[in-house]
């Protein structure tokens, strides 16, 4: 069995605007200057209190609290209003890859187990996963703790395993874990850094992504 591994923002789900909208709207709530939309962008992948250190260093331990509770309740609010979307043709290559009987599919995000879930359960994807690794339970990512517990709950070995991602973040992990990388060119960081990060290829569309897992599986 190959088990894939995926991350989720930027990779199966286009939640930029609700990451930005979220983010900018607690740093105001904060009383902090607003931050580019790239800046934001850049720490997706990140568990939340890593991505806030990263966009407010300055603020104090209080504040970036602040942030973190304001961001959730914003987010939560976005979500509630609408859904982020997966991606044009996620849900048919989780659907043919989940089909296979040499294949398990698993998750690893910076996100919460509780936004996990509501996710997964929008999109219809509860079932469709053998694993999910999310931030409540390991070290942000690029730490590589959350593929190695996916690899052990699903019994893969380190050569069986590809993560599939669309940050620095995501290959990091990987290399840190020994496993396979491949990139994905419609998320928040660009192909020459997933590349020079350790990805092995950057995927552009869902269909190619396809192929290239074909190719690390032979």
């Known amino acids: 069995m190959r088990l894939i591994v995926f991350d989720v923002d930027g990779t199966l789900v286009d939640s930029q605007h609700h990451i930005h909208g979220a983010m900018s709207r607690a740093l105001e709530f ?32 209080p504040t970036q609290a602040r942030i973190l509770s304001c961001y959730k ?47 997964l359960e929008a999109h219809g994807l509860t079932n469709r996963f053998v694993s999910l ?12 703790e959350m593929l190695v517990a996916a690899m052990a709950e699903s019994g893969a070995a380190v050569t069986e395993t590809v ?22 060119a419609w998320g928040y960081h660009p192909d020459a850094a997933l590349t020079q990060a350790g990805a092995s290829a950057v995927a552009r569309d869902f269909s190619m992504l396809e192929d290239l897992i074909e190719e690390w599986m032979a």
């Open 30 to 61: 904060a009383g902090l200057e607003p931050v580019s939309r790239p800046r934001i962008l850049g720490t997706v992948g990140l568990s939340l209190p890593a991505a806030i250190a990263q966009i407010a260093p300055e603020a104090d331990a």
């Open 73 to 119: 309740a914003a987010y939560l609010q976005a979500r509630l209003a609408k859904d982020a979307p997966l991606y044009p043709g996620a849900l048919a290559c989780l659907g043919r890859l989940g089909a296979r009987d040499d294949v398990l599919l698993a998750v690893a995000t910076g996100k919460s187990r509780r936004g996990l879930s509501a996710l």
């Open 133 to 144: 690794q999310t931030a409540d339970d390991h070290p942000s990512k690029p730490n590589p």
């Open 163 to 184: 993560m599939v991602g669309d940050t620095t973040f995501d290959m990091e992990m990987a290399r840190g874990a020994g496993v396979a990388a491949l990139g994905v």
